[in-house]
């Protein structure tokens, strides 16, 4: 059976860029990125989970973290020059970026929002984030996944 193809997946082919897809039994009670991890049978440090949120001025931004850790809010702001963030509600998050909770790719989206890498990720070779849907990730060196993305690398957990 021919594997569908995500946004995500086109996106990263369109730009010539090597990657592998890791396929895991999805938990709808766990949609969290460790539990992800765990389903996938990889080491927790190298799945990135992809937060949106929103700043006062209604931009959004994407950060992208690894599974276990936390966005510290402060530096977030600094990053972002906003007064205030928070998390962009899951009830939007398809309408803004095509994705749902759980699936959310930081590649592929509706529109091309401000990316931010978690600079842990320049130390890894490899890391997985997810390929647009639930129970699938995607494996591509930080590299990539910064030039697909624009993003920049930075230190915000």
């Known amino acids: 059976m ?22 895991y039994e999805v938990d709808e009670d766990h949609l969290d990125a460790v539990h992800a991890s765990q389903s996938a049978g990889l080491d927790p440090e190298t799945v990135y989970k992809t937060i949106v949120m929103k700043g006062a001025s209604n931009q959004l931004y994407v950060f992208v973290t690894p599974a276990e850790f936390t966005i510290s809010l402060k ?10 963030l928070e998390l962009l509600k899951t009830d939007l998050l398809l309408k803004y970026t095509g994705y749902i909770r759980g699936g959310c790719s930081p ?17 890894e070779d490899y890391i997985h984030v997810s390929a647009g849907k639930r129970g699938l990730q995607l494996k591509l060196t930080p590299a990539d996944l910064q ?3 624009g993003a920049v690398f930075a230190d915000f957990t």
Do not use: D
Request: hydrophobic share 40%; proline share 2%; net charge positive.
């Open 75 to 84: 530096k977030a702001r600094a990053l972002t020059g906003e007064k205030e």
């Open 2 to 23: 021919k594997e569908q193809k995500t946004n995500a997946m086109r996106l990263l082919e369109q730009k010539g860029i090597a990657y592998e897809t890791v396929e």
């Open 107 to 123: 590649l592929g989206m509706i529109r091309q929002y401000p990316t931010f890498i978690e600079a842990l990720a320049e130390l």
């Open 147 to 149: 030039r697909a993305t």
